[in-house]
């Protein structure tokens, strides 16, 4: 029973911390950009393939291909930045988001169509386990614990410590303010574009090498998680969607503990996380740690 | 007409209204006065039913009307004008006119698929007293023009004639010379003294114009700071010490400013 | 099959007549109303799953079915309407999306209501194949029969099925442009810019927006009903988001404020649908014939991004409105 939830509280803070560091680039850039990104998933997607094509391809190993994939992430989300959302900023919020679906359904299918509709896989043996006793752990979920607590820390401290992560935080509270504090918003929104690609092409490849068999719908089923991530930690907060990302992932899987009242069915994890997206957009759409703006 | 009784409002920690009572006679002129930040604005917002007051009540011709919600309130006959002019753009002066009528049954879904006689009448109605408004506050000319191709001054007009569509017993007024050329400006002082002379419409007016208030309400209510300081008539408001204080800040240190020309 | 080949035109024209009535609900939310909502295609997979259920677990007669599968989808619009119709645009758009898939993902995982991800199939557990088609597809054969009088062999079912969709879909063209026209159109009209001046002038913006809800929902459930019958089998996979958008580009395609540019988008919309899975031509004979379903979605998804940036007024619109924003 106690192992049983040893390893759900792993599995769930697992996800939850690919989640986060996700749900922190998704969360700046909503912040900045107020706009609903449906692409945001597709993002992801992209840094999967590109990885993948790094690591099966060209022989790369894991790490490389994640940086690659991150790289590879980025330049695609400030591209597309300044190619279409930029430009057509001032259209409205129902417009963008209409356009982000649009963006969304073209990267799918174009991986769709160069990918195939199969699955593919990394070069990861899969198969190997690491038995701690109370807790088993993948492979690819050790190597999702090891870059989680390197690239984690290394997220966090650049918000805090260094001038653009604090303007992009401040962006992000409050963009009118921080424009006349001199920061150049512009300028820090295609930042923000940036370290939110590569956080969705590191994410994306985390989820893939956890998840195992991958295809090109692999960022739609992940999109709402974030978008619950960045609602339950308050949009626009960085620190928030960390702090959201991780319970969102721990709340999905302990919620099939059977200690609760025999526990959620594991298919009925998406419905919950989409419960909770709905629920928190009715009744708290601030979230955790976001500011109660007048809507 | 309309009896407040101790209201309260508070956003987080600030405290916008604070226990405020006032009563404004039927058939009145009343002015709400008072610095900016007074918490005049929510005052409105509070008796026109746009917000929910924390405390007290608030009566309208006899009922109470606290947790009325804003187009009930409308509908029973106490109209708010706002003060930036909010006129569906996209629609013409007459649509928006025409909007505001009371009593359309073309606006209940199966009326307007299955009476559309009754609604066609209706509505040949509607259209000739929208005209008369139109023609009242001369802006007839512009009947089929988009709302959002007009200046402010001519918005503010035709809120003043949808509200008058909608067959008010009182109207809220909100700032209605702010940012006005003076020949409308005018023009709209006219129509205010109008509604009271001619229709009987009580008016409730928050201004910072103070020639206008003196000029044309028989009563003032002054408010600071979410209180109401004074209440009384435009004379006695003018000489009241702690309305002068308000505006001003302190009183010079050698004493009382130069009341206004009359004697006290 | 080869484009001048009739089966083909009347096979896309059914299909457009289906996406009319689809997006014609989506515009009386979205154009007329102004609510985003992103999940439409959810009124849809409630309906044709009720009648499903009722007609192959419960022997019900096809028209209580179809009459309770309205209602059902009736009854979704107001459990999501009214909590969520004070929402501002996105997080409604947001939470739309949310509310289909929860339809769609409970479709998918309860089996024993639902079939699972087998769909109508599995109704009856498995080891049954279950169908409920037979009653539509009598009452298509009777009016095949009448048809095949005055126009002999060219009479088939999907021209039988074409004509009835065209007759329900020109049908409900006339009574919501009708609608739009009305008094209470005007109302939407003005919520649709200044919720705050509708509610000044004494309108209960809550009930207007409502009953745009519900009627998008009838109309959702409509198109519901008819395609599954077109198609004779469903399952959670043909409820994706993606519909949705298909009638949002139907929309944009005609301007998204133009009722009577409706057909034209979904002609367009169908055209390409049909066009893609059909026509062998060169370029499409490059691509085979699984991908093409991704060739379309690339379309569909570029199309949306294209009209939505340079030509917001549609195929047909204009500009004069589009420009007087606040």
């Not at chain 3, 035109?9 to 989506?26: D, E, K, M, N, R």
Request: glycine share 10%; charged share 15%.
């Amino acid at each position: 029973m106690l192992e049983y939830l040893a390893q759900l509280t792993l599995n769930g803070l697992i996800t939850g911390t690919i989640l986060a560091l996700t749900g922190v680039g998704a969360s700046l850039v909503f912040g900045i950009q107020r706009v609903a990104n449906f692409a945001h998933g597709e993002y992801m997607t992209f840094g999967v393939y590109v990885a993948l094509v790094l690591n099966v391809g060209f022989r790369q190993d894991l790490v490389i291909s994640a940086v690659g994939a991150m790289a590879a992430t980025a330049v695609l989300a400030v591209g597309i930045h300044f190619a279409v959302l930029r430009p057509l900023r001032g259209r409205g919020l129902v417009a963008l988001s209409l356009i982000t679906v649009g963006l969304a359904l073209m990267l799918r299918h174009l991986l769709f169509l160069v990918a195939g509709a199969g699955i593919h896989q990394y070069r990861i043996d899969q198969t190997a386990v690491f038995d701690l006793r109370i807790i088993r752990v993948s492979p690819g979920q050790a190597v999702a614990m090891a870059v989680t607590v390197i690239v984690a820390p290394v997220v966090a401290l650049f918000l805090a410590r260094t001038s653009v992560g604090k303007a992009m935080r401040a962006v992000s509270d409050n963009r009118d303010l921080a424009g006349i504090s001199g920061i150049d918003v512009d300028r820090i929104g295609a930042y923000v574009w940036l370290l939110a690609g590569a956080l969705a092409g590191l994410g994306g490849v985390m989820f893939a090498v956890v998840q195992g068999p991958f295809d090109p719908n692999l960022g739609s089923q992940v999109l709402f998680l974030i978008f619950t991530t960045v609602v339950l930690g308050g949009i626009g907060s960085a620190y928030g969607a960390l702090v959201g990302g991780i319970v969102l992932g721990l709340v999905m899987d302990l919620s099939t503990w059977s200690g609760f009242a025999g526990g959620l069915d594991a298919r009925f994890r998406p419905v919950l996380a989409f419960a909770v997206l709905i629920l928190l957009l009715l009744y708290r759409p601030q979230g955790l740690f976001g500011k109660a703006r007048v809507l | 007409m309309l009896e407040v009784t101790a209201i309260s409002k508070r956003f987080g920690g600030l405290t916008a209204v604070s226990e405020v009572s006032f009563s404004v006679e039927a058939g009145s002129v009343t002015a709400l006065i008072g610095p900016n930040g007074a918490g005049k604005t929510t005052v409105f917002n509070l008796v026109s039913g746009f917000l929910r007051p924390d405390g007290g009540t608030i009566r309208f011709a006899g009922r109470s009307i606290d947790r009325w919600r804003a187009d009930t309130i409308a509908r029973a006959g106490l109209v708010r004008v706002f003060q930036a002019p909010r006129v569906p753009t996209r629609m013409s002066v007459l649509e928006n006119m025409l909007l505001a009528a009371k009593h359309q049954p073309g606006e209940r879904l199966a009326l307007s698929l299955f009476a559309p006689r009754r609604v066609a009448r209706r509505e040949g109605e509607i259209r000739r007293r929208a005209l008369e408004i139109l023609e009242l506050i001369h802006l007839q000319h512009l009947a089929d023009a988009y709302a959002g191709t007009l200046s402010g001054g001519q918005r503010k007009l035709l809120e003043l004639g949808r509200a008058l569509m909608v067959e008010p017993q009182m109207i809220l007024l909100d700032e209605p010379m702010a940012g006005v050329a003076p020949v409308l400006a005018l023009q709209l002082l006219d129509h205010i003294q109008q509604l009271r002379n001619r229709r009987g419409v009580t008016v409730f007016v928050i201004e910072h114009d103070m020639e206008v208030v003196m000029s044309i309400s028989e009563r003032v209510i002054v408010m600071d700071e979410g209180r109401v300081i004074a209440d009384g008539s435009p004379e006695a408001i003018q000489n009241d010490e702690r309305v002068i204080e308000a505006y001003l800040g302190r009183l010079a240190p050698d004493g009382k400013p130069e009341p206004g020309g009359t004697t006290p | 099959m080869d484009i001048l080949n009739p089966a083909f035109w009347t096979f896309v024209a059914l299909i457009a007549g289906i996406y009319v009535i689809f997006s014609l609900g989506l515009y009386v939310q979205f154009s007329l109303a102004g609510l985003p909502n992103f999940g439409h295609v959810a009124f849809m997979a409630v309906a044709a799953y009720t009648m499903a259920i009722l007609v192959v677990r419960y022997s019900v007669s096809l028209q209580v079915a179809a009459a309770l599968g309205v209602a059902a989808a009736v009854c979704l619009g107001l459990v999501l309407g009214i909590p969520s119709l004070r929402l501002r645009a996105d997080y409604l758009a947001i939470a739309t999306v949310a509310g289909g898939e929860i339809v769609r993902y409970l479709a998918m995982n309860l089996p024993g209501l639902t079939g699972g991800p087998l769909g109508s199939i599995g109704l009856l557990g498995p080891g049954n194949i279950a169908s409920y088609n037979q009653e539509w597809q009598g009452l298509l054969d009777r009016l095949t029969a009448a048809l095949s009088i005055p126009l002999g062999r060219s009479a088939t079912r999907d021209l039988a099925m074409a004509l009835l969709v065209w007759a329900l879909a020109g049908t409900l063209l006339v009574v919501f442009w009708r609608l739009e026209r009305s008094p209470w159109g005007r109302v939407l009209k003005a919520i649709r810019e200044d919720e705050t001046a509708a509610t000044a002038v004494g309108k209960n913006v809550f009930a207007f927006k409502m009953q745009a809800l519900v009627l998008g929902a009838v109309l959702g459930a409509l198109a519901g009903l008819l395609l599954a019958w077109q198609i004779g089998v469903f399952s959670p996979d043909d409820y994706q988001p993606t519909l949705t958008f298909y009638a949002y580009l139907i929309l944009i395609l005609g301007g998204m404020n133009r009722l009577w540019a409706i057909p034209v988008g979904a002609a367009a919309f169908s055209l390409l649908y049909s066009g893609t899975r059909f026509m062998d031509f060169f370029p499409l004979s490059l691509i085979n014939s699984g991908s093409r379903a991704f060739l379309r979605l690339f379309l569909v998804g570029l199309l949306l991004v294209l009209f939505m940036a340079l030509r917001p007024e549609g195929l047909l619109g204009n500009r004069r409105e589009l420009l007087l924003e606040k």
